[in-house]
């Protein structure tokens, strides 16, 4: 693993740190609204990304398969969804603004569950950016250093307001502001390790590259239709994150395009 690489792999875990430390100079919490529109901002990357950097090169890379090239990237996806759907239901967490926990019962504190809430939608991203890599460390012609960068940044992009909404709540729940940050640094910290993971992983099995692209994908898409889509539609003036999904769906596709 090249240093470029590494810094790729490190890009998003930078993005939520940044964020993480909003808390150190925002005195109010994040209004609703802003939450809504950077939840909003934030599902529409994932979407785009999933897309553009995930199914299409799985898709891609399977085109010896002819007209069943589609396969790899529908057992993937699937199984992508299943997974989260698994660590859903066995990791207790509680998401931003609700009142019941998920997952099994627990005697964890409320700011400890808002952490693993974080850190679980976290994993999908380590795993998209380091099979990403991992494709063009092999050599894959569908995927570029750009493109590989492209998914990097815009995994970032999202992380900023990721880390503030994270960091910023568990300082109005009591937690001092040194604390928050730790906390809000650490729900990042899984992302490169989820990345460096998934890429030693392709390392022995690199004919499944297209089911780990796809596999990817589909765990992202879970977090974004189970949790970022009901986050920035309840309440009134929904449509901000509608208009901010639109928002980081274009950025994401126009740098995937750009950059690739």
Not at 8 to 29: E, Q, R, Y
Not at 54 to 77: C, D, R, T
Not at 248 to 256: K, R
Request: charged residues 10%.
């Amino acid at each position: 693993m090249n240093m470029d690489t590494g810094i790729g792999l490190l890009i998003p875990f930078i993005g939520t740190s940044a964020g993480a430390a909003c808390v150190f100079f925002m005195k109010k919490s994040l209004s609703r609204g802003v939450q809504r529109a950077l939840t909003g901002f934030a599902s529409g990357v994932m979407v785009a990304a999933s897309i553009w950097s995930l199914l299409i090169p799985a898709m891609q890379q399977a085109e010896p398969m002819g007209k069943l090239s589609f396969l790899p990237a529908v057992i993937g996806f699937w199984c992508g969804i299943l997974f989260l759907l698994l660590l859903d239901s066995v990791i207790p967490h509680l998401h931003m603004n609700a009142n019941q926990a998920e997952g099994p019962k627990s005697r964890l504190a409320r700011t400890t569950m808002m952490v693993l809430a974080v850190t679980l939608h976290n994993i999908p991203e380590g795993m998209a950016v380091g099979v990403v890599y991992a494709g063009f460390l092999s050599g894959s012609a569908e995927i570029t250093a750009g493109g590989a960068l492209a998914l990097s940044l815009g995994i970032a992009i999202q992380n900023f307001p990721e880390g503030a909404i994270i960091s910023m709540p568990l300082h109005a729940e009591g937690k001092g502001k040194g604390r928050a940050f730790r906390d809000g640094v650490l729900s990042g910290a899984v992302e490169p390790i989820a990345a460096v993971l998934t890429i030693l992983l392709s390392s022995l099995v690199v004919p499944a590259m297209p089911y780990l692209l796809s596999f990817a994908a589909g765990a992202m898409m879970y977090v974004v239709v189970e949790e970022l889509i009901p986050e920035m539609s309840e309440g009134e003036h929904s449509n901000i994150g509608v208009l901010m999904f639109a928002a980081g769906f274009t950025l994401m596709m126009a740098l995937d395009v750009a950059l690739g």
